[in-house]
C-alpha cells in the first residue's frame, strides 16, 4: 500500500467514526463497528491506530483543526473588526452545522470519553481556536461593536452557536449565513 492510499484510508475511518461517535455515542460504538463502516476487519483498524481511544482523538483534532484553520484563512481575508465578528459566526456554524459537524459534536459531546493522558493535546487545538476569537472579540470590544467582558462573551457565543446542531435545520427558514447574521446582529452593542 503507498502512504497516500493509507492516509486516504486512515481518513475515511475518522470520518466514519466520527459520524458512529456522534450517533451512537464513544462507549456504544465497537470497533466492530467501526471496521463495518469501513469495510475492514476489526483488527486491521489497528494498522492505523493504536487504540479506539486514539480514534476518538484523532476525530476530535479533525473538527477543531480543520475550523480552526478555516477560520484562521477567513480571518486574513476580513478588513474590518465588524467584518472579523461575522467571520467568527460564519465560519463557525458552517463548519459546526457542515462537514465537520459529526467531529465537532464529537469534540462537544464526548470529551468525557477522553483521557487525562490525551487531554493535553485536544486541550493546544481548543485554545488555539478559542484564542482566534478572543482576539477578534477584543478588537470589536476595542471598536465599541461588543460589551468589555470578552472571555466571557466568547464563552457565551460559542456555547450559544454549538447549540444549533440541536435546533438548527437545513430545510428551515433560514440558510447559514443567515443564520449567522441574525445571531451576530443580535450579539452587537446597539
Known amino acids: 500500500m503507498t502512504r497516500q492510499h493509507d492516509d486516504s484510508r486512515r481518513?475515511?475511518?475518522?470520518?466514519?467514526?466520527a459520524r458512529l461517535f456522534r450517533d451512537q455515542g464513544y462507549e456504544r460504538t465497537t470497533v466492530r463497528d467501526l471496521g463495518q463502516a469501513v469495510g475492514l476487519q476489526s483488527g486491521s483498524l489497528f494498522y492505523h491506530f493504536r487504540s479506539k481511544?486514539?480514534?476518538?482523538?484523532?476525530?476530535?483534532?479533525?473538527?477543531?483543526?480543520?475550523?480552526?484553520?478555516?477560520?484562521?484563512?477567513?480571518?486574513?481575508?476580513?478588513?474590518?473588526?465588524?467584518?472579523?465578528?461575522?467571520?467568527?459566526?460564519?465560519?463557525?456554524?458552517?463548519?459546526l452545522l457542515g462537514e465537520n459537524q459529526a467531529a465537532l459534536e464529537v469534540m462537544l459531546y464526548e470529551w468525557r470519553s477522553v483521557s487525562d493522558a490525551a487531554r493535553p493535546g485536544l486541550v493546544v487545538l481548543r485554545d488555539r481556536y478559542e484564542a482566534l476569537w478572543q482576539t477578534v472579540l477584543d478588537e470589536a470590544a476595542a471598536a465599541g461593536l461588543v460589551k468589555t467582558d470578552t472571555r466571557l462573551l466568547?464563552?457565551?457565543?460559542?456555547?450559544?452557536?454549538?447549540?444549533?446542531?440541536?435546533?438548527?435545520?437545513?430545510?428551515?427558514?433560514?440558510?447559514?449565513?443567515?443564520l449567522a447574521e441574525r445571531m451576530l446582529a443580535l450579539a452587537l452593542v446597539d
Open 11 to 17: 481518513m475515511e475511518l475518522v470520518r466514519a467514526a
Open 53 to 95: 481511544e486514539d480514534i476518538l482523538v484523532a476525530v476530535m483534532a479533525l473538527g477543531i483543526g480543520a475550523t480552526t484553520d478555516e477560520l484562521e484563512a477567513a480571518l486574513a481575508k476580513a478588513a474590518s473588526p465588524r467584518d472579523k465578528l461575522a467571520t467568527l459566526f460564519r465560519v463557525h456554524l458552517h463548519s
Open 154 to 178: 466568547r464563552r457565551t457565543w460559542l456555547g450559544s452557536l454549538h447549540w444549533t446542531v440541536q435546533w438548527y435545520r437545513p430545510d428551515g427558514e433560514l440558510s447559514v449565513d443567515a
